[in-house]
């Protein structure tokens, strides 16, 4: 019972030094206070003595009780005085950066709007960061605590699902929301994918034009959420399935999904955008273009409409955001047009 009252004591002052110095502190010094008083003064005798030795006025010490409480309360003064300093500038240096302050609102354009966290928060950001992307990233959270320490990135405390929060958010200027919900840990939904739900309909209703990417446990509620024209629906259950048969079929196929999904080495997914003198040709000769660069051309994003979908409806056509679609390994006599992009493998993303 002992040692784990202790241990609580050990515990708290490390989660709160300041607290615990200031407190220390405090202490001692009416510590000081009571054997000077003991010493035979009175309260205001006992002041005028301190007040001095605070003020820097330290004369000859006689080894008397009051001249050794005296002195030990200036020592305690010194250590108060520096403790609400030091605490003092690191709240200035915490505002200056932005590392573990809330914002109340931001005032962005086109950034990145993190509603919600979860365990891959984390890496999610990271991945990000590591993108070098150049739009700001929010995180909004129903927090008391920073989830994710960042010098370069904003954190609002709100609910995803509310309005005012979102707004506050810059949901309405965003370009893009990732939508994340706990399902595991500490406070985690009991219904997760009902929370996603909720967010994405709060989001699209401020911002018809905004890019959503929605995080799900269970594919089957995917059809909710195209409903509500949700542009990306990761299925954690579809998507983790498919890799391991992959894997399991050919062998080695989620090391190359690794690699390809992060961005920190080696080569990634990039969409880039075409050169003027590119328009007009065929697939097959911009692959091989592309291919004396070190890049290889997997995908087409163009616009969409009749006639690309019934040229191409044995192709894999996905739909994207702003009316446009995505078809993977067109056929070599696909003509480039004006306003498309190239999905490629690239360790960069310059054309």
Excluded at 38 to 64: A, R, S, Y
Excluded at 218 to 237: A, G, K, P, V, Y
Excluded at 336 to 343: G, H, R, S
Aim: glycine letters at 4%; a negative charge.
């Amino acid at each position: 019972m002992a040692t784990s009252t202790y241990l609580n004591i050990i515990r708290k002052i490390r989660m709160h030094p300041f607290k615990a110095v200031l407190w220390c502190a405090i202490a001692i010094y009416i510590l000081c206070i009571l054997l000077i008083m003991i010493d035979g003064h009175n309260l205001m005798e006992t002041m005028l003595i301190i007040t001095p030795k605070l003020l820097g006025q330290l004369d000859t010490i006689d080894f008397t009780l009051t001249d050794f409480a005296s002195t030990i309360s200036l020592f305690v003064y010194v250590i108060f005085l520096g403790a609400i300093i030091g605490k003092s500038t690191e709240a200035i240096t915490n505002l200056n950066h932005r590392r573990g302050v809330f914002t109340e609102k931001v005032n962005h354009k086109n950034h990145i709007v993190i509603c919600g966290w979860n365990f891959q928060g984390p890496k999610i950001v990271e991945n990000l960061l590591l993108s070098h992307t150049q739009k700001e990233i929010v995180i909004l959270v129903d927090s008391e605590e920073i989830p994710y320490t960042c010098d370069k990135i904003d954190f609002v405390r709100g609910c995803p699902y509310k309005k005012d929060d979102l707004i506050r958010a810059g949901i309405p200027d965003a370009d893009t929301a990732i939508v994340l919900t706990k399902f595991t840990g500490k406070n985690a939904s009991t219904n997760p994918d009902a929370d996603a739900l909720i967010v994405i309909l709060a989001i699209e209703t401020l911002n018809k034009n905004i890019h959503t990417c929605v995080q799900l446990l269970d594919s089957e509620n995917m059809i909710h959420f195209e409903n509500l024209n949700t542009d990306e629906i990761i299925c954690l259950d579809h998507i983790g399935g498919n890799l391991i048969v992959s894997s399991t079929l050919n062998h080695g196929m989620s090391h190359i999904i690794e690699e390809l999904m992060t961005y920190d080495e080696g080569s990634e997914l990039y969409k880039i955008k075409i050169q003027n003198k590119d328009i007009g040709k065929n697939f097959k000769d911009i692959a091989k273009e592309l291919l004396d660069k070190k890049k290889i051309l997997i995908a087409v994003e163009t616009e969409k409409n009749n006639l690309a979908l019934e040229k191409f409806k044995d192709e894999w056509i996905h739909s994207t955001s702003g009316n446009r679609i995505i078809i993977i390994n067109p056929h070599e006599d696909y003509l480039i047009e004006k306003n498309d992009m190239l999905i490629v493998i690239s360790d960069h993303e310059e054309m």
